[in-house]
T-cell receptor
Framework: EAQVTQNPRYLITVTGKKLTVTCSQNMNHEYMSWYRQDPGLGLRQIYYSMNVEVTDKGDVPEGYKVSRKEKRNFPLILESPSPNQTSLYFC????????????FGPGTRLTVL | GNSVTQMEGPVTLSEEAFLTINCTYTATGYPSPFWYVQYPGEGLQLLLKATKADDKGSNKGFEATYRKETTSFHLEKGSVQVSDSAVYFCALVYGGSQGNLIFGKGTKLSVKP
């Protein structure tokens, strides 16, 4: 089954404790991206990647890192999480780029205390 | 900068009512418009899209026409069902497949039997 998976689905952590949210797709997509969803703000793009070893900032990249060492994986790294990063995070992938249909993961709800 | 403005919700309708959710955008070039839908507890999924001016996207009884003269991509459905209850997001890509996908804030629709 074609899908985007994220882990963990739920995470409660404390300020400053490094964490990684994994994202994996099995559709051989070149384009992957991360979004955060906050009430009243909709979805905002954090980072995106056009292909392996190619990443770029979205609208709200501060406090986040990403890497794209393999085509299927695109982990989101929070080196020193802060409470304002409490949010619902979605990974997405598409065949070629942002104009193609985006396939979203189920989301990761992160709470930073 | 580029932005997407969509009708604020929540919207509550009775089954079989007519639905319109407005979406307008700032125009710096020729963006590609989309509607995505998020059912409770799930990630977003593509509902419909348009590729050129005056193009009409349609899916599951929903329609939206890309109007460059009014910079709009309003979503309509003639007869909503309870199963249409979800959050609807208008989104646009500026700058082709390597551009950013910008989402509106979302409109929550509740359909009552």
């Amino acid at each position: 089954e074609a899908q985007v998976t994220q882990n963990p689905r739920y995470l409660i952590t404390v300020t400053g404790k490094k964490l990684t949210v994994t994202c994996s797709q099995n559709m051989n997509h070149e384009y992957m991206s991360w979004y955060r969803q906050d009430p009243g703000l909709g979805l905002r793009q954090i980072y995106y990647s056009m292909n392996v070893e190619v990443t770029d900032k979205g609208d709200v990249p501060e406090g986040y890192k990403v890497s794209r060492k393999e085509k299927r994986n695109f982990p989101l790294i929070l080196e020193s999480p802060s409470p304002n990063q409490t949010s619902l995070y979605f990974c997405a992938s598409s065949s070629m780029g942002s104009t193609d249909t985006q396939y979203f993961g189920p989301g990761t709800r992160l709470t930073v205390l | 900068g580029n932005s997407v403005t969509q009708m604020e919700g929540p919207v509550t309708l009775s089954e079989e009512a007519f639905l319109t959710i407005n979406c307008t955008y700032t125009a710096t070039g020729y963006p590609s418009p989309f509607w995505y839908v998020q059912y409770p507890g799930e990630g977003l999924q593509l509902l419909l899209k348009a590729t050129k001016a005056d193009d009409k996207g349609s899916n599951k009884g929903f329609e939206a026409t890309y109007r460059k003269e009014t910079t709009s991509f309003h979503l309509e459905k003639g007869s909503v069902q309870v199963s249409d209850s979800a959050v609807y997001f208008c989104a646009l890509v500026y700058g082709g497949s390597q551009g950013n996908l910008i989402f509106g804030k979302g409109t929550k629709l509740s359909v009552k039997p």
